[in-house]
């Protein structure tokens, strides 16, 4: 079971993140993909505030963990959760997000944040990279994990298969992919279009060991599921497939198609930081 006070500092940190994310998003003029995000922010929460070994002070220390935010679309959520964690000032998110020669792109770009690992945005090359990446740490001896957080619609990418293939032929057991099953595209829900069920087995049959996390906005369920990782000297690669809910705990978002992406209104704003707040003491109280 997972330490309960552990589960409510990263639940407060998930809280926030979510606060500052829809606050982002009412003052940006054009659309943010909320429903991506919201759905992927409690695992983010997780990775880089406990699974991770990640941090400002570690850019350049070579056995840090990698990180690649295969669905560069979701780059808001992922800066605001690095600003939680020293790497960025939050206000700058806020008064540069997706201006012309801003940092904070509506896809990340490790030209602009050298900090990052790749630039991301073109979905299904994430976990290519992270193979070479995690086949150069292997060469080099070193005990890092890499880690490639993807949409399930992006892994209709072919790209995603073969970079499955390798991973598994390579043994690279330091290779640990995540899955955010929304089970949502863009204009469509997954079932309805390409019918990725039965997903898990996919994964399995493609030679990977498999982690399904079957509430992944659930903080508890996620910590659990990421402590259970195996050693990064294994021998066989990990995919971590969380269900998750697109636009979780707001709720004129939640599961709908027309919140891919958007933008709110002082009004909805409200609504969203309500629904969020009211979310926020349930789930305290169901610790
Ligand atoms: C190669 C490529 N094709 C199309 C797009 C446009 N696009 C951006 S987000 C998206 C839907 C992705 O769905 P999913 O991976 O499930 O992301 P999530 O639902 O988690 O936001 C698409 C098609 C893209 N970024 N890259």
Partial sequence: ???KNEV???????HQARRDLCKLCGMYSGNIHMGGDMSMIDVLTCLFHRTMQVGPDLVQVPERDRFILSKGHGAACMYIIM??????DYQEICDTYGNVGSKFGQHP???????LDVSTGSLGHGLPLSVGMAASSRQK??????FCMMGDGETCEGSVWEAAMSGHALKLGNLVAIVDRNKQLMTSFSEDSIRMEPYADKWRAFGWNV???EDGNNMAQIVEAFDRLPGSNTEIPTVVIANTVKGKNVSFMEQQ????AGSLNEADLATALKDIDEAFEKQKEGL
């Avoid at 600003?83 to 960025?88: I, L, N, V």
């Avoid at 770009?109 to 900090?115: D, G, N, Q």
Wanted: with cysteine; charged share 30%; glycine share 6%.
């Fill in 211 to 213: 982690i399904e996390i």
């Fill in 141 to 146: 001896g070193r005990r890092n994990r890499v």
């Fill in 8 to 14: 409510l500092r990263l639940l407060e940190l998930a």
């Fill in 1 to 3: 079971m997972a330490d």
């Fill in 109 to 115: 770009c490790k030209t602009r944040l050298p900090m």
């Fill in 83 to 88: 600003a939680q964690k020293g790497f960025f």
């Fill in 257 to 260: 198609i027309k919140w891919h």
